[in-house]
């Protein structure tokens, strides 16, 4: 056990819907980052936040938006749902902005159909 | 980050000691190496990571060439539950910057 926790574990919905994923990080760890792993990509770094703010933005995509609260557990929100969207969205955290030492979800599993 | 290049599948018998190579011949003074598995769609585990000297753990040992240009991972007791994707990043970055390639998919025999 990481220590990080996403809900929902699985999720379906339909296409053109709205989503949204939830990572609590482990205690103590003010960064959040947001991956993407799907069939034909990998994993992907998509957002950074650091105590709050965004630090540092991979490849997410425009409909897809992130947040961290001021009890550091974060959401990816993810809109307009496209059948591409389907994947593994895992959430990692570490303590400071630069660590490489992530420690990472088990993932929220989201197909679109 | 400097790219690697990995294995992409590899056999090990259970009980034996499993060694896993990467090769990252651009990689540069200030970028360190790190290895990750994922063991069946989980989440990416953290196992060791080291600059230019050896390092060992109570998970692995992480053997760096001179030359820093390979490394190996070294699971020194293989055992069935660590079938997985091991992937090698090399980065100077934080978290955000590790590019998860193909990994090499390990699988332990009983």
């Known amino acids: 056990d990481s220590g990080v926790t996403q809900t929902p574990k699985h999720l379906i919905t339909a296409t053109g819907q709205r989503v949204t994923l939830r990572c609590s990080p482990r205690?103590?760890?003010?960064?959040v980052y947001w991956y993407q792993q799907s069939l034909d990509q990998g994993l992907q770094f998509l957002i950074q936040?650091?105590?709050?703010?965004?630090?540092a933005k991979g490849n997410i995509l425009e409909r897809f938006s992130a947040q961290q609260f001021p009890d550091l557990h974060s959401e990816l929100n993810l809109s307009s749902l496209e059948l591409g969207d389907s994947a593994l969205y895992f959430c990692?955290?570490?303590?400071?902005?630069?660590?490489?030492?992530?420690?990472f979800g088990q993932g929220t599993r989201l197909t679109v159909v | 980050d400097a790219k690697t290049t990995q294995p992409p599948s590899m056999d090990c018998a259970e009980g034996r000691a499993a060694n896993l190579p990467c090769n990252h011949s651009t990689i540069s003074g200030n970028e360190y190496v790190y290895w990750y598995r994922q063991i069946h769609s989980q989440g990416p585990q953290y196992i060791i990571h080291?600059?230019?000297n050896n390092e060992t753990n109570e998970m692995a040992s992480l053997i760096i060439t001179e030359d820093r240009k390979s490394s190996t991972l070294i699971l020194p007791h293989a055992t069935l539950r660590d079938t997985a994707v091991y992937y090698c990043?090399?980065?100077?970055?934080?978290?955000?910057?590790?590019?998860f390639g193909s990994g090499t998919q390990l699988t332990v025999l009983p």
């Open positions: 205690s103590g760890d003010l960064s």
């Open positions: 936040y650091y105590n709050g703010e965004e630090r």
């Open positions: 990692a955290s570490s303590v400071a902005r630069r660590d490489t030492e992530a420690f």
């Open positions: 990043i090399v980065t100077s970055g934080s978290a955000r910057q590790l590019t």
């Open positions: 080291g600059l230019k």
